[in-house]
């Protein structure tokens, strides 16, 4: 097996988001299959880290379970502010979902090659993550147990939900996106599971995979039709992610109210998704990498690359914070402005300088190479970057409903245990698919990380066999990565 | 369905076998690898895949569906508000585009399922997990007077082995 390359001895790269990407310390398909087959091994930490995360998705639950009991009273709502913790967090884990498309679909059509080893990670991200958002509007309900009359059909009484509701377009709008990406993991995962079942030993597991699998068999048939199929779903999931993330951005945008009824809503939430969504990436890729020894494939070029799109989208995002108070102040309104004067220097001033210094402010760091290598700091940023991205959901949502358009409705807001505790479950039930999942299936797709090794050749150099045969030219001659 | 399969450690006398294959004219020749390579793909000089077309129909069949589910309920049951449509085909192209994503992505799995011919219950004849893995295969299935031809000409060619399958 080749030795790993050390990352201080990792060549830089003056353009490392393009195609050319290398993996210098992976010298043979077969040392990735079984590099990456490794990681499956159940571990005792790994079983420690699904145990807290399983106990924190209790304590969510046992406050749920409270909250049904006792009311929404107990969530923290006191009107006017009826929208709390739960849709912060609905909008933040949507968010987080976007950066997996953004680096399995849209880097996919644009051919960076840096996205070959991360992305089934971040794909696998949008699900959970995903899935996590999907409950929150469940919590968020006073009988959940009602939530299916948003679905479309006639549900009570012959009366369907009303489609010129942002609300109902949200329904469609997560529901799909959550069915495509699952999709889009699942497809990816099939080569891979064709690894898994004739790598796989026990009989019962071996026919599970072969199931799961669908009897995959790496023909050029299947190929071919695989790799147009896989191009068609990244080139649905792109418009996909931007629309996603600005129907939600609708919940908003279509009320009347001072710092949402505004049009710069739908490009600043989509940004801001993607930004969220590639701090959560290095939160749960630099410690896999370690954790895993996969650091010559999530080498110091890939995360150098991913740091880079990290500081475009917070330039994107800090625009869009300064956008929003020059519309402020050149609207002329006054309720506007004394709104986004109470958001930063009045009542809620903690929580919008939070954000301004983890989303805008802490990234600028990244203009610095040496720091954008240096995983220590990227691990820390995204940890600040996680907080920065709830705490822009909290001051997109509780400062409006809490400072609107008369004095005699202003009122403070203070999430409460039980809003905390589910919080806490919430990234539980998160953790706890994230870690299911990196121990039953490859955290990096094989099949494709093997597009970028170069394949075993008898004449690696073009040239002729002893015999004088030339190896079919133009053929063979262009068969480094692409 | 009877015929040879070879097992080549490496991709350039994959591709050299196929091409003499190829001038052989025996049977259809199937290739394996563990990832996709245009290399293969070159030679092989397969046409466009039809997924695209399961695409399209899905798209558009989705796109339909999304607008007229939302203006026959707006129709179905009508909220007037003065000098408002009852339809109004802004808010509901929302619909229109979430459905066409999502019916154009399910039908796009339709088709690579029906194109690529899966799900396969059975498939040990001409395969070896070691397709999966690292090496390269060849799987031509031919008429028995044509095999001795074709085994001679993989083994000439540098498969590491290869063996008669039925």
């Known amino acids: ?482 | 369905m009877r015929g040879i399969v070879g097992v080549f450690p490496e991709l350039d006398t994959t591709v050299e076998a196929i091409v003499e294959l190829k001038k052989l004219r025996v049977g259809d020749v199937t290739v394996y690898s563990p990832t996709p390579r245009h290399e293969l793909d070159d030679v092989l000089k397969h046409g466009p895949s039809v997924v695209r077309r399961f695409t399209l129909i899905g798209a558009l069949l989705g796109v339909t569906f999304g607008y007229w589910i939302a203006i026959w309920i707006s129709d179905y049951w009508p909220l007037v508000v003065g000098g408002k449509p009852i339809a109004s085909w802004v808010p509901y192209t929302i619909f229109g585009f979430e459905v066409m994503v999502l019916i154009g992505s399910l039908s796009t799995v339709l088709g690579l399922f029906i194109t690529a011919g899966i799900p396969r219950i059975t498939q040990t004849v001409g395969y070896d997990p070691r397709f999966s893995d690292g090496s390269f295969g060849i799987w031509v299935e031919c008429r028995p007077e044509e095999q001795d031809a074709v085994r001679r000409l993989l083994k000439e060619k540098g498969a590491e082995e290869v063996r008669g399958e039925r």
């Open chain 1, 1 to 482: 097996m080749t030795a790993v390359a050390p990352d201080a001895r990792e060549e830089r790269r003056n353009n490392i988001a393009t195609a050319d990407v290398q993996l210098p310390a992976v010298a043979s398909y077969t040392q990735i299959t079984d590099e990456i087959l490794d990681t499956l091994k159940i571990t005792k930490a790994w079983f420690l880290g699904l145990g807290i995360a399983v106990f924190c998705l209790l304590i969510g639950a046992t406050a749920w379970f409270y909250q049904i009991y006792m009311g929404l009273g107990v969530a923290g709502y006191r009107p006017p502010v009826m929208w709390g913790v739960y849709i912060i967090t609905f909008v933040f884990w949507v968010g987080i979902g976007h950066a997996g498309t953004l680096i399995s679909a849209i880097l996919y059509l644009f051919r960076a090659g840096f996205r070959t080893t991360i992305y089934r990670c971040a794909e696998a991200m949008t699900v959970f993550a995903v899935m996590t958002a999907g409950l929150f509007p469940i919590l968020h309900l006073g009988r959940p147990w009602k939530f299916f009359w948003l679905i479309p059909y006639p549900n009570w009484r012959l009366i369907w939900p009303q489609f010129k509701s942002p609300l109902v377009w949200d329904v469609f709008a997560i529901l799909t996106y959550l069915t495509v990406s699952a999709t889009f993991l699942f497809i990816g995962l099939i080569p891979d599971l064709a690894v898994l079942r004739d790598r796989e030993t026990n009989p019962a597991r071996k026919r599970i995979y072969g199931v799961l699998s669908f009897g995959w068999r790496n023909s050029d048939r299947e190929w071919r039709h695989f790799a147009r199929a896989y191009l068609f779903l990244a080139a649905f999931s792109t418009p996909l992610v931007l629309s996603v993330h600005s129907v939600v951005s609708f919940d908003f945008a279509m009320a009347n109210l001072p710092g949402w009824h505004t049009t710069i809503f739908p490009p600043y939430f989509v940004a801001g998704a993607i930004f969220s969504g590639i701090g959560m990436v290095f939160t749960i890729i630099i410690p896999l990498r370690r954790w895993f020894n996969l650091k010559h494939y999530v080498t110091l070029n890939v995360l150098d690359a991913a740091a880079k799109l990290c500081l475009f989208t917070s330039l994107v995002v800090g625009c869009a914070y300064l956008t929003e108070f020059f519309i402020a102040w050149y609207s002329g309104s006054e309720i506007e402005q004394a709104y986004f004067w109470n958001r930063v220097f009045g009542q809620w001033w903690w929580a919008a300088w939070i954000m301004l210094t983890c989303n805008a402010i802490l990234p600028m760091l990244l203009f610095s190479q040496r720091l954008r290598r240096n995983t220590t700091f990227l691990f820390t940023l995204s940890i600040f970057i996680n907080l920065g991205m709830w705490y822009e959901r909290f001051v997109i949502i509780v400062p409006s409903l809490s400072h609107e358009f008369e004095p005699w409705k202003w009122a403070p807001y203070a999430p409460t245990y039980i809003d905390w505790a589910i919080l806490l479950g919430s990234f539980g039930w998160f953790s706890m698919w994230f870690l299911l999942f990196v121990k039953q299936l490859p955290i990096m797709a094989i099949a494709e990380i093997k597009e970028i090794v170069p394949p075993r050749m008898r004449y690696p150099h073009h040239e002729p066999d002893p015999e004088g045969h030339s190896i079919t030219p133009g053929i063979i001659g262009s068969y480094e990565v692409r």
